[in-house]
């Protein structure tokens, strides 16, 4: 019997084939011996039946690489059972990469080629020289997201370079298109400096309406965002920090509707203070948090501290109003809330069980909690997490097509921080509040409702911050993503 150390989970299952003894019991034996291994199965499907053999195809969630090889080793010493072919359905899934571009209507007769190519579009090309608004409706700028890399901060993973990014950047992409319509390319760059990967950026942006930058190393996102916001004329964002920090909003602000409490009456606690955590304190502290208190490796931020760099100092100086001093622990005692954005296992039961109750929890490092679920004290009456297999998963899934939608459709110059605020209420706002619950303080990804509220959102306030570029009667003309 084997030790578990995690969980199954769909990001890591294989399929088996197994020719199995044609009598009584073969197949139950095999789905106990997954049992026992730790293993859990999924679909059984079979592929030949002979009087001696039955071929079947077993599907099964592990935990990881080492324990799909555990798997496969212990089935086959399972007396009557042959291994066939195994494949990793993950893989399997990226085979040729997991997006296209696809025409919007056919070219088959030389009238066709001559109105989409030459000599056609010459006419098309020289009214947008002349006119260069008309790029948004006589091209696909209109519905075009560059999901941009430098592969500096991939995932939980770090610095793993601009090709290993790629297929992060695909599945934002696919994300994109599936929630909200938006066509989305992933752009890798082979460059870190800042100037650098500023200037490509900006060499690209003629043919997009929007840049979203992704899995770029704190501190220099920081500056890369700021400078592209300032320099470009179309909106920007980077969803590590402002996706994270919509998302946790409006779980925050469901758990608190849940509880009872207001905002401004909370304490907060943010363990870890990288990208994510900056941009998550920023809009608490915007939405009108009582009051917070930042912690990094060092314990919590001080303006006196002489290691700071230029974005944590600026949160010492706007947080943390009882000068609380020390760690963790005495950031946590007394606390109302505390989000997690740093490592696995970096908070303990034990500094939880000093928080107020009820407590409220969002672990999100990922794929391993700050503290696991099962492992809260009494007092903790709210969880969420980043994964998939718990409640409450904080997913920036949740924001970012809603966000791209509404600014595209509007034609926004930019992505405020009233339209990221007016994206979290619509999130929190997609669960009735006859619907909430303490394993349900936010909504499914899969639910449709979501991007088409926070675009709507975000395009009443793109109007009201006047970044909106479009007549109002035009945007509500086309109705659900009816595209600029």
Not at 332 to 347: E, K, N, Y
């Amino acid at each position: 019997m084997v030790r578990e150390t995690g969980y199954p989970s769909a990001s890591y299952s294989i399929t088996v084939r197994l020719d199995i003894a044609n009598r009584p019991g073969m197949l139950g034996r095999v789905a106990t011996r997954v049992g026992e291994e730790g293993g859990d199965i999924g679909a059984v499907d079979i592929v030949e039946v002979h009087d001696d053999m039955i071929t079947r195809d077993i599907t099964i969630n592990c935990r990881d690489e080492a324990h799909g090889d555990l798997l496969v080793a212990a089935l086959q010493r399972i007396d009557g059972v042959s291994v066939g072919n195994v494949s990793d359905l993950t893989f399997l899934s990226h085979l040729g990469g997991k997006i296209e571009i696809a025409n919007r209507f056919p070219v088959k007769t030389r009238a066709d080629l001559s109105r989409v190519y030459t000599p056609g579009v010459a006419r098309v090309c020289m009214a947008i020289h002349e006119d260069p608004a008309k790029a948004y409706t006589l091209t696909i700028k209109r519905n075009a997201v560059a999901v941009v890399s430098d592969g500096t901060a991939v995932l939980g993973l770090g610095n793993i370079g601009p090709l290993a990014a790629m297929p992060v950047m695909e599945g934002k992409a696919m994300l994109f298109k599936e929630l909200a319509g938006v066509d989305a390319w992933p752009i890798c760059l082979d460059v870190t400096e800042p100037d650098a990967v500023v200037a490509a950026i900006k060499a690209i942006a003629p043919g997009f309406g929007g840049i979203n930058l992704e899995d770029i190393a704190a501190p220099r996102c920081f500056e890369i965002e700021a400078r592209l916001k300032a320099e470009l004329d179309i909106p920007v964002m980077h969803d590590d920090q402002h996706g994270t920090a919509i998302v946790v909003l409006a779980a925050l602000l469901n758990a608190l509707k849940l509880l009872g409490k207001r905002i401004e009456d909370v304490r907060g606690v943010v363990n870890g203070v990288g990208a994510a955590g900056t941009a998550c304190a920023r809009m608490l502290l915007d939405a009108g948090i009582g009051d917070l208190i930042g912690c990094d490796r060092e314990g919590i931020l001080d303006p006196t501290r002489a290691d700071l760099a230029p974005h944590h100092l600026w949160l010492a100086q706007h947080s943390n109003r009882g000068g609380v001093r020390g760690g963790l622990s005495e950031a946590l005692r007394g606390a109302d809330f505390v989000l997690g954005v740093s490592g696995p296992g970096t908070i303990t039961p034990a500094q939880l069980a000093e928080m107020n109750e009820p407590a409220i929890v969002f672990a999100l490092a990922n794929p391993t909690p700050e503290i696991h679920p099962r492992d809260v004290p009494p007092n903790v009456k709210i969880m969420a997490t980043g994964r998939s297999d718990f409640p409450n998963q904080i997913n920036n899934v949740l924001a970012f097509p809603g966000i791209f939608r509404g600014a595209l459709d509007c034609r926004a110059s930019d992505i405020t921080e009233g339209m990221k605020l007016a994206a979290a209420r619509a999130i929190a706002g997609s669960i009735p509040a006859s619907e909430l619950h303490g394993t349900h303080i936010v909504p499914s990804v899969f639910n449709r409702k979501v991007a088409p509220a926070v675009a709507r959102a975000v395009i009443d306030a793109a109007y009201e911050a006047g970044v909106a570029r479009r007549e109002r009667r035009a945007v509500e003309h086309e109705g659900e993503f009816g595209g600029a």
